[in-house]
């Protein structure tokens, strides 16, 4: 009973100095102003709107937590949409005014059988604005989580610090969508673009323009595929942006996840309890890395000269260009090498074909993978490739919950 009495009181003593170290720690913390209370936070700016947490840890550091999301809005911008011969407008134009010329031409009725593909396409260019620009919907994406560290420097002075940290968020930060209207224009451009190599095989069915025309002056020839033009890959080789299979533009911007963070700060009361406060803060996200504009449908040709030379049999053999070749002695029509397709000769089957000289790729890095971007477009890219900073200037109430 005795040794029971002797557990109890040290048991109690322990209670006790253990009580006083908490409430000696309590007013510790608060005599230091150390995690004694919590405000939250509600801002606006160039970062989006903000959701923060902040507590003291000292009477000159504050550390502060939080989410910024940016609003889902559109900036209307206009691309160029055209073709290696010309603007897409003059080509639409020329399709809607050839029915007349095959007519007055060659007596050939467009209604006529075998003109049914491209009686689809003058369809769907006599319906449409002839315009030689997509406008496009950037809508930036920049939501991220942010950790940050808030000294106040002047003993007399607390409203003004300087603050240091980082966001970080998902590295997709924009795309671009072309607008609901111009659907029916990049249906059309998929159309001519179907139809093209078909046409370079056969010509419009039946042949009627390779029997009756010159190929070197018809639309197809001369305009060649139409799209974005994007300037040129590394080696030489033009690069054109084609619509996708439904109809659409596409593009996305990313950068690096992690940004570290910079600024000034300056947070003043708004009430006589202290409670509401208004935070200003100034200040740079540094980028990482270069960023990245990544885009599909890429179609990468060689513009160039026609290049060849004939076997040992007599016959051409293409090497690389654009242009027709004709043959000495008249057994051959000319043959069509256009920036999709190119004659080919068929050994096995010993017939003619057109087969695709260039390259259809995807993910191609505006930014990195090509130059010489012309218009808009590549007064964005350029401005984009010397992106170093982004600036947040962010304007914030808060109210401290004890």
Same mark, same amino acid.
Request: charged share 25%; proline share 4%.
């Given at each position: 009973? !005795? ?39 509600? =801002? ?7 959701? &923060? ?61 075998? +003109?049914?593909?491209?009686?689809? /396409? ?31 420097? #002047? ?10 940290? +980082? ?40 042949? +009627?323009?390779?029997?009756?025309? &010159? ?5 197809? #020839? ?36 992690? !940004?570290?963070?910079?600024?000034? =700060? ?5 009430? !006589? ?27 990468? +040709? &060689? ?56 390259? /259809?790729?995807?993910?191609? &890095? ?8 012309? =218009?808009?477009?590549?007064? /964005? ?15 914030? #109430? ?5």
């Amino acid at each position: 009973m !005795r040794k029971f009495g002797i557990l109890v009181l040290m048991l109690a003593l322990a209670a006790a100095v253990q009580a006083q170290e908490k409430k000696s720690l309590g007013s510790l913390m608060a005599r230091n102003n150390i995690l004694n209370h919590v405000d939250v936070g509600v =801002g606006v700016g160039t970062t989006g709107i903000s959701i &923060d947490v902040a507590v003291p840890v000292t009477d000159y550091v504050r550390i502060r937590t939080g989410y910024n999301f940016m609003p889902r809005f559109n900036i209307h911008t206009d691309f160029p949409i055209e073709t290696r011969g010309g603007s897409v407008s003059k080509l639409i134009n020329r399709v809607g005014d050839l029915p007349k010329e095959l007519q007055s031409r060659y007596g050939i009725d467009i209604n006529s059988e075998g +003109f049914e593909e491209y009686k689809n /396409l003058y369809d769907k260019f006599s319906n449409i604005e002839a315009k030689d620009h997509v406008t496009m919907g950037l809508k930036p994406n920049l939501n991220q989580f942010k950790f940050l560290v808030d000294i106040m420097p #002047f003993k007399r002075n607390r409203h003004w610090s300087l603050t240091a940290g +980082f966001f970080i968020g998902s590295s997709a930060v924009g795309e671009a969508w072309n607008l609901e209207k111009e659907q029916p224009l990049l249906e059309a451009v998929n159309t001519y673009n179907r139809i093209y190599p078909d046409y370079a095989r056969h010509g419009i069915k039946g042949n +009627f323009l390779r029997d009756y025309g &010159d190929i070197t002056t018809d639309p197809f #020839f001369r305009y060649g595929v139409a799209g974005f033009p994007l300037g040129k890959f590394s080696d030489g080789d033009i690069a054109m942006m084609i619509p996708n299979d439904d109809a659409t533009v596409h593009a996305e911007m990313e950068m690096s996840s992690f !940004r570290p963070y910079v600024g000034l =700060g300056y947070n003043t009361h708004l009430s !006589r309890n202290k409670r509401w406060k208004l935070n200003v803060d100034a200040g740079v996200l540094f980028i990482c890395n270069k960023p990245k504009v990544y885009v599909d449908n890429v179609y990468k +040709f &060689d513009a160039s000269p026609l290049k060849g030379h004939l076997d040992e049999d007599g016959f051409f053999v293409y090497e690389s260009g654009i242009g027709t070749y004709v043959y000495e002695e008249d057994y051959s029509k000319p043959e069509y090498y256009g920036d999709i397709v190119r004659y080919h000769w068929n050994e096995e089957t010993e017939s003619e074909e057109y087969i695709y000289c260039g390259k /259809l790729q995807h993910h191609v &890095d505006l930014v990195n993978d090509l130059h010489d971007i012309p =218009g808009k477009v590549g007064d /964005l890219v350029d401005f984009v490739s010397k992106l170093k900073v982004y600036p947040n200037l962010t304007v914030t #109430f808060s109210y401290r919950l004890y």
